[in-house]
């Protein structure tokens, strides 16, 4: 036997249940025999199992009865006396086979095959009944429930052991691969979860949290519903009392998880005293600092643009509780990012987003996705958009920016209502306050030794020439009558910068 132990608990206490629920079909069945199609489900879920734990005998005597069933349900096998005999006798054998797992050997392998060679006399392998497809992925997406539901089951049970969640792991990730997952949203948010919770177990050891065990016990119990109505051809995406206990629970775990996630920056690690802290400083790093930020920004951005457009699916509380949470942890993350790299500006800016992504309105979508495209953008033009949001913010402007799903990115005001509108105001009143200080210098000139200087006005704007350019984009703007594009935007932030050199 080359089962793991950990796999091969995991067999005996899901085996367990199915070879007793056969024996409940034949005990149920009288004279007129056992429900044929229960008994083919049944002995195809303890087939599953037995492949799975490496226990080829085992899963080829499952498969002499689950080849019987399917020929009673069709009607091409009759019950008879014969047939009757010759399944209690697989049915005892594989109470015996189960006893005998943990200490496998050839005797028992010699069994099995004798026990299935005589099923084989009424019901042939390579004998086959056609059954719509759509039927026979549910029926295996149900048997697969039922056999994860176990292992979770067990997990539970043993929330410090990383083989049970490996063996559950291997499984799950097998059936998150099968394309008709998709059409079970239950399904897929239940193995999503899986991987969640099992992840620190899985790659550090660490036992699974009270959080994470109640959130697999629903998850278990989400599983056990999903089978039977997959079996019995009900709708598996309506709204139960488990869908709803374990989207509570998968809701309460992520948010805390959220709070318990913290990347801290290097910089907090070595002493406030100036220094660098480092022994060795590479001369020529391959990349900056600033260009693994953008790095970050960009990749976070196009997640944060996927999310959104899944968002705009959601059609029920589930899927749209499901949205809810991708969105706040690219959110989180995104704002972590920005803190560990020291833009705790950018970081708070991010942070306003939160309302938004709880309540998923065209709008709220629209301004997420805006905050997408910003992260996304080519150079570090993402940066600087979200920078110059964070300017705005200082002197009073509201976080986050809501607009319309075509408006380009712009300054905006509170309205009577609550919500937010745009506005120029604020530019004019920067360069009203501006001009103001144009006469004096905020320092003195900084001499900076025999190097030849070429003048910055030989360049660019600045000072006086630098607001007034200012000023022709604000009127050029209020002649179009429509809201500042990006690149507007970004230069008249730009000028007001320059504003200040003279």
Do not use: C
């Not at 089962?3 to 007793?20: C, K, N, T």
């Not at 968002?311 to 972590?336: F, K, N, Y």
């Not at 005001?413 to 103001?436: C, F, M, Q, R, Y």
């Not at 144009?438 to 030794?449: I, M, R, V």
Request: proline share 6%; glycine share 8%.
């Amino acid at each position: 036997m080359s089962s793991s132990a950990g796999f091969l608990e995991f067999f005996i206490l899901e085996a367990s249940e199915y070879v007793e629920e056969l024996d409940g079909l034949l005990l149920g069945g009288g004279a007129a025999g056992p429900n044929g199609d229960a008994v083919q489900r049944t002995a195809r879920a303890l087939r599953g199992t037995a492949t799975m734990a490496k226990l080829p005998a085992f899963a080829d005597l499952a498969a002499g009865v689950e080849r019987v069933g399917r020929a009673l349900h069709s009607g091409a096998l009759a019950w008879e006396p014969g047939l009757h005999a010759a399944l209690v006798a697989a049915v005892d054998d594989l109470k015996l086979l189960l006893h005998a797992a943990r200490t496998w050997s050839p005797a028992e392998a010699r069994r099995a095959a004798e026990r299935t060679a005589e099923l084989a006399r009424f019901a042939p392998a390579g004998q086959a009944v056609a059954t719509p497809a759509r039927s026979r992925a549910h029926s295996f997406l149900s048997t697969e429930a039922a056999n994860i539901a176990a292992g979770l089951e067990l997990l539970t049970t043993r929330p410090g052991d990383p083989e049970t969640a490996a063996n559950v792991l291997r499984r799950v990730r097998a059936l998150r691969g099968v394309a008709a997952v998709k059409e079970v949203a239950p399904l897929a948010d239940v193995l999503e979860a899986t991987e969640d919770a099992t992840r620190g177990l899985e790659l550090d050891g660490e036992p699974l949290s009270p959080d994470g065990v109640a959130l697999l016990t629903a998850a278990a119990l989400l599983l056990r519903r999903v089978a039977v109505v997959l079996r019995d051809g009900i709708d598996p995406n309506a709204a139960t009392g488990e869908r709803e206990r374990f989207t509570a629970a998968y809701d309460g775990w992520s948010e805390r998880l959220i709070q318990r996630q913290r990347v801290v920056p290097i910089a907090e690690l070595f002493y406030a005293d100036g220094s660098t802290g480092l022994v060795d400083e590479a001369k020529s790093p391959p990349t900056s600092m600033a260009e693994r930020f953008r790095l970050e920004l960009v990749s976070q951005g196009e997640h944060l643009r996927g999310a959104v457009s899944a968002s705009r699916a959601a059609s029920d509380p589930a899927s749209s509780g499901r949205a809810r949470r991708v969105l706040r942890r690219a959110l989180r993350s995104i704002e972590a990012t920005a803190d560990s790299f020291g833009h705790s500006k950018i970081g708070e800016h991010v942070r306003g987003y939160a309302p938004a992504a709880d309540r998923l309105d065209a709008a709220d979508l629209a301004s997420l996705e805006e905050l997408a495209h910003r992260l996304s953008e080519p150079g570090a033009n993402g940066e600087r958009v979200l920078a110059a949001a964070s300017r705005a913010r200082s002197i009073g402007e509201p976080t986050p920016v809501r607009s319309a799903p075509t408006a380009p990115p712009m300054i905006r005001k509170p309205a009577h209502d609550g919500h937010t509108t745009p506005s120029l105001d604020v530019l004019n009143a920067s360069i009203v306050a501006l001009e103001s200080m144009s006469a004096q210098p905020f320092s003195e000139p900084l001499l900076l030794g025999d190097e030849p200087i070429v003048p910055i006005e030989q360049l660019v704007y600045r000072g006086r020439a630098a607001l007034r350019r200012a000023v022709e984009i604000r009127d050029e703007l209020r002649e179009r009558g429509t809201a500042p594009d990006a690149e507007s935007l970004e230069e008249l932030f730009d000028l007001l910068e320059l504003a200040q050199t003279e």
